[in-house]
């Protein structure tokens, strides 16, 4: 089981720290990805993360301004947002690989999905 928590409401150019915590499965192994879906929206890739931490990847629109970390030891993944902008505002999702690997940008490739959190950025 995947528990995304830490959205809420900010104003344009703050920050949040959304994190993802695994429950029941052996997230060490896993490679990890963040999505967000907007109403009305596809769910999008927002970045992801190999199962060592050693790789991680970026959608254009989120490079420079998101980190993607992990600490295995908490069974953990976070996702540090700075510089947020209105067109952020989207329910995040953490999702996570059965086998271990590199992560990828298609929603299918993943196995485990949390419950998302809502972010809303107002301007």
């Known amino acids: 089981q995947l528990q995304a928590s830490g959205g809420g409401l900010v104003q344009a150019g703050g920050s949040l720290r959304l994190s993802c915590a695994a429950s029941g499965l052996t997230f060490n192994n896993s490679a990890v990805g963040w999505f967000r879906q907007a109403p009305g929206k596809e769910r999008e890739f927002v970045a992801d993360i190999s199962w060592s931490g050693g790789s991680t990847y970026y959608a254009d629109s989120v490079k420079g301004r998101f980190t993607i970390s992990r600490d295995n030891a908490k069974n953990s993944v976070y996702l540090q947002m700075n510089s947020l902008k209105p067109e952020d505002t989207a329910v995040y999702y953490c999702?996570?690989?059965?086998?271990?690997?590199?992560?990828?940008?298609?929603?299918?490739?993943?196995?485990?999905w949390g419950q998302g959190t809502q972010v809303t950025v107002s301007s």
């Open positions: 999702a996570a690989t059965k086998t271990a690997g590199w992560g990828s940008i298609h929603p299918y490739e993943y196995d485990y």
